[in-house]
């Protein structure tokens, strides 16, 4: 079964560096391009952050130059490093991975979300 | 950035309703839109790809058509289970960018 799990969220203090985690089960990472999505509260789905099989890098102009995505084939795990936090970065964050077929690319499977708050 | 429109933001029905959600973009593309059916405090699961492809295990009341800019979500008898929040998502271009979402209540 694919499964995706995040981790590494909680309570941040502005400025704070936290790192996400998005560890893969039933499938390898290697073999796939992956993404965050985050949802401020009571908000709509905001896509962060991709990264290719090849290590292509992509990132929404909210988080460019903050936060980094990468991955490690040997962990079967994403990362988001989170840098120079601010209060409206406070979001659930979401791993998910991307599916292609029949010129479509699409999210075909999400991790259960982890919520990060920044507050002092 | 292709914007996505979505319309209505919000909407109220009764179970047995067509209801019908659309996604209106910035510029015209290829079909590269998905759907997605969030409920609250879950995931966003995957509805339609490729603008009109049934994700396996959908249901068949949810479908999906459209091309160019403008793009529809229809649930063709609306059932307990799919009262929801609704995205449309765009794979034509960087940024990746979703719809402001359609929440759909109980009238």
């Known amino acids: 079964e694919v499964q995706l799990v995040e981790s590494g969220g909680g309570l941040v203090q502005p400025g704070g560096s936290p790192r996400l985690s998005c560890a893969a089960s039933g499938f390898t990472v290697s073999t796939y391009e992956f993404n965050w999505v985050r949802q401020a509260p009571g908000k709509g789905l905001e896509w962060i952050s991709y990264i290719s099989g090849s290590g292509s890098l992509y990132y929404a102009d909210s988080v460019k130059g903050r936060f980094t995505i990468s991955r490690d084939n040997a962990k079967n795990s994403v990362y988001l490093q989170m840098n120079s936090l601010r209060a409206e970065d406070t979001a659930v964050y979401y791993c998910?991975?991307?599916?292609?077929?029949?010129?479509?690319?699409?999210?075909?499977?999400w991790g259960q979300g982890i919520l990060v708050t920044v507050s002092s | 950035a292709i914007q996505l429109i979505q319309s209505p933001s919000s909407l109220s029905a009764s179970v047995g309703d067509r209801v019908t959600i659309t996604c209106r973009a910035s510029?015209?593309?290829?079909?590269?839109l998905a759907w997605y059916q969030q409920k609250p405090g879950k995931a966003p699961k995957l509805l339609i790809y490729g603008g009109s492809n049934l994700e396996t295990g959908v249901p068949s009341r949810f479908s999906g058509s459209g091309s160019g800019a403008d793009f529809t979500l229809t649930i063709s008898s609306l059932q307990p289970e799919d009262f929801a929040s609704y995205y449309c998502q765009q794979f034509n271009s960087f940024p990746l960018t979703f719809g402001g979402g359609t929440k759909v209540e109980i009238k």
């Open positions: 998910a991975r991307s599916a292609f077929w029949s010129g479509s690319y699409y999210f075909d499977h």
């Open positions: 510029k015209a593309f290829s079909s590269t």
